[in-house]
């Protein structure tokens, strides 16, 4: 894991709420799919273990975005708020959209997925590891300081 810890977090106006424990990675998200439902040019997420993944309050529309992915949105303001796999057992994480968690300055994003995607005149100016497509290497692989088994 990247970080150990509960996180708590909801929708722009307070009708879904969610927790989950630890962070096994965190990053942003170049590709077209991410920038077509958050309107943001880069969006930036967290990935949680999603048995530890719980909704506290509220239903969230699910709207499937391909064919193995779902995205939660919140059906009162629209806010999105996660995105994990359709079937359980495909993915064992939920991919939170970081700008949701209430204690989002405490997670700082370590990777570029799909950054063969992103849009040509966007300047970030970190040296995170880059994957082209939407597979990181492992965490634990990268050389990240942060990164406890
Ligand atoms: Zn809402
Ligand atoms: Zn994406």
């Given at each position: 894991?990247?970080?150990?810890?509960?996180?708590?977090?909801?929708?722009?106006?307070?009708a879904i709420?969610?927790?989950?424990?630890?962070?096994?990675?965190?990053?942003?998200?170049?590709c077209s799919?991410?920038?077509?439902?958050?309107?943001?040019?880069?969006?930036?997420?967290?990935?949680?273990?999603?048995?530890?993944?719980?909704v506290?309050?509220?239903?969230?529309?699910?709207?499937?975005?391909?064919?193995?992915?779902q995205?939660a949105?919140?059906?009162?303001?629209?806010t999105?708020?996660?995105?994990?796999?359709?079937d359980?057992?495909?993915?064992?994480?939920?991919?939170?959209?970081h700008?949701?968690?209430?204690?989002a300055a405490?997670?700082?994003?370590?990777?570029?997925?799909?950054h063969?995607?992103?849009?040509?005149w966007?300047?970030?100016?970190?040296?995170l590891?880059?994957?082209?497509?939407?597979?990181?290497?492992?965490p634990?692989?990268r050389?990240?300081?942060?990164w406890?088994?």
């Amino acid at each position: 894991m990247l970080y150990r810890g509960t996180y708590e977090g909801g929708c722009f106006c307070g009708a879904i709420r969610y927790r989950f424990e630890d962070v096994f990675d965190a990053g942003y998200c170049h590709c077209s799919i991410c920038r077509r439902t958050s309107g943001a040019p880069v969006i930036a997420w967290v990935n949680s273990p999603r048995a530890a993944f719980r909704v506290l309050q509220g239903s969230p529309r699910l709207v499937a975005t391909s064919a193995d992915f779902q995205r939660a949105f919140c059906d009162q303001c629209g806010t999105l708020m996660w995105t994990e796999s359709i079937d359980p057992a495909r993915w064992d994480m939920v991919s939170v959209h970081h700008g949701t968690i209430d204690r989002a300055a405490e997670i700082e994003p370590a990777v570029h997925i799909c950054h063969d995607d992103r849009l040509p005149w966007l300047r970030i100016d970190d040296v995170l590891p880059r994957a082209p497509d939407s597979r990181p290497p492992h965490p634990g692989g990268r050389g990240d300081p942060r990164w406890q088994a």
